[in-house]
């Protein structure tokens, strides 16, 4: 098995066990404070968005979804790299992060990437263990 197939197993068992009680219950509030806190916001970006499980949180919203592996039938776009990210210099209201700076390989360039894309006066969310 390559890396990007264990990657993707990986992504793949953590969007199951979302669906657990306790865990469902703790991601239902982590994207209750992520939803009040872009409410206002129109053209949102995700990073690191794995498998696309804030998908089911934040129903409601119309967001681009990036991750380094396509997941197509979630709507995920691949092959979207945080440290470069294929985007116009503010282009986006908000972008979030749930759950994935402590595994992007170098954190400071990939916050300097955000803020590039970031309108003025944009949103960051990010929600770390």
Not at 1 to 24: A, F, V, W
Not at 39 to 48: A, F, K, N, P, T
Not at 75 to 98: M, Q, R, T, W
Request: net charge negative; proline share 5%.
């Amino acid at each position: 098995m390559n890396n990007e197939e264990q990657y993707k197993n990986s992504l793949l068992k953590n969007d199951k066990n979302m669906s657990k009680p306790g865990i469902s219950q703790f991601f239902k509030q982590v994207y209750g404070l992520v939803e009040m806190a872009i409410e206002d916001c129109e053209l949102i970006l995700e990073v690191g968005s794995g498998a696309g499980a804030s998908d089911r949180y934040l129903v409601s919203r119309e967001i681009v979804r990036t991750d380094l592996l396509r997941f197509p039938d979630r709507k995920i776009v691949g092959d979207v790299d945080v440290h470069n990210l294929p985007y116009e210099k503010n282009s986006y209201d908000a972008v979030i992060a749930v759950d994935t700076f402590h595994h992007f390989q170098n954190p400071y360039k990939a916050f300097s990437e955000i803020l590039r894309v970031l309108k003025p006066g944009g949103r960051l969310v990010v929600v770390e263990p």
